[in-house]
């Protein structure tokens, strides 16, 4: 191997045994002969290490390696961490970013397993709006984080991925790196991934990133992943040729039809009992305010499927709660980026039905995430958030006087049955108030009561906990609530959540994560990752101690085949032993109280743990509960 000069990192000639990266043969046999035990049962300390002398090592250096330009790259996309469990298929850039690049944009976020790193750079992902930085080891870390990027790319979230490998068969160091390395890494994420690439120079490199980053944030969000040859980030770069990083545009999102626009607001104008159905619109503020405006122009019930944060929950025309009642009359529905539109139907068979998604520019044949084929009668394949200005301009329009007093009609008719709801879900979360294990209602309840006067950011999925804090707490603000994982993926809640609560950390904010217990199991190590990075992040346990969901599955089993339903928390439990969350965070630097079963003690130990947030620590609660 050829001697490089030592530039600006002056490797020592000289180092301890214990950091040797190459020896001489000679020293290596000598070494190795002196490991072998004299008697075949104990080893030996070697002479050098008894005496504290320390070897004479020739170290090979490089001047300026192709990992310090891959981080030139990453700096200019403006990546503010990277989310990954160090390993050697990308010890070179790994190496770049903490000395060449000052460990600081990106900042390494050291993650125990790949699926964390993964699903941390989701819940950022949705809290910043731009994809998060995920490098990952070989075949292992790869397969290891798949699960993250299934659902982020179900989910609609930009990621970028790094994927480290070895694919020279000649640069394999050992029987562990062939095993970790690949002919073709990423074809393990392609049928979940929008777009990836095998650089095989540096330029290639560049020109690949630019373009990935590109294809992740245009409408349909998705991740994807570019392998970085362990070769090519080693080698040094080349002197003859001048490296250059290439500059990403802004995104213009794909825009509706201007005639589909068009009839889509005379439709609307036209209709009697119109229904806006939201499902994953609004990516930015701006959808969320954009969306409003829509439906306040119209008075139109607007019914929220749960993935985003699309409309506020105490808006008058939120009519979620009702939506069963509002789709039977609805004679025009207008679906927003909605995944399942098959499943939002009208009890009047000539209802129109019109669809806005950028999903419809894009889709796979292998996972079947897309959901069942929807009849509509119109579809326009384009982002609904960046359509929304144009379709509120087309209906101002056609808005005629006679128009704007039946829609204020309307709208008095719809905020008055929202107040209904409203009031039926408040007596509804009433009922076992005082039960012990404590209900799901009452633990949202007393969680909005201690948080509503602060700038909070809920980071969780509460499909688990009946949805009640989309029932009770008023939520306005597109960070209030970020959705579920997407690919339904157990093991994304805490990960997700702690990489949403370092994304809020800058901007001041109180980030909730109400946490299953089954799903914390999946990847507890994110309570180290949260302790060790001060990330501030309330968890409020919903420890039913059991997957319940699967629980009910088995239930409904028995029941179908005519046998015994009380054996359905065979398999399926979390007892004997019961886990005790409070323990297990105190042990990963996380401060724990609990387990909490009187509901009388649930309010003051929340009040503890917030304060502990408030001061920059994450801190868990873990309460007994209801099963849903």
Known sequence: ??????????FLKTAAASTAAVVSAPAAAAAAQEQTPRNGTAPVVSRDAETGRTPVIEAI???RPGSDFMVDVLKSLNFEYVFSNPANTFRSLHESLINYGGNKAPEFITCNHEEIAGAMAHGYGKIEGRPGLVIVHGTVGTMHASM???DAFCDRVPMFLILG??????????VVTWAHSVQDAAAI??????WDDTPASLHHFAESA???YKIATTPPMMPVALVADADLQERPCPKDETLRVLKVPAIAAPQGDSGAIAETARLLVAAEHPVLVADRLARTPAGLTHFIGLAELLQASVVDQKNRMNFPTRHPLNQTERERAVLSEADVIVGFEVTDFAAVRSSKPNAKRISITANDLFSRSNYQEFQRYAEVDLAMAADAETTLPALIE???RLITDDRRRYFQDRGATLAKAQQEALQQAREAASYGWDASPISTARLSAELWSQVRNEDWSLVADVVFVSNWPLRLWSMDKHYHYIGGPGGYGVGYGLPAAVGAALANRRHGRLSINIQNDGDLMFAPGALWTAAHYRIPLLTIMHNNRAYHQEVMEVQKMALQHGRNATRAHIGNKLEDPPIDY???AQSLGVHGEGPISDPRELGPAIKRAIELVKRGEPALVDVLTQPR
Do not use: P
Not at 189 to 194: E, N, P
């Open 1 to 10: 191997m050829e001697q490089r000069t030592v530039g600006r990192r002056d």
């Open 61 to 63: 250096t490089t001047e």
């Open 148 to 150: 993250a990027v299934y």
């Open 165 to 174: 490998n070895h694919l020279d068969a000649a640069e394999r160091r050992s």
């Open 189 to 194: 994420l392609r049928d979940f991934v929008k």
């Open 210 to 212: 630019a373009r990935a």
């Open 394 to 396: 087309a209906v101002k």
């Open 582 to 584: 409070a323990k297990l």
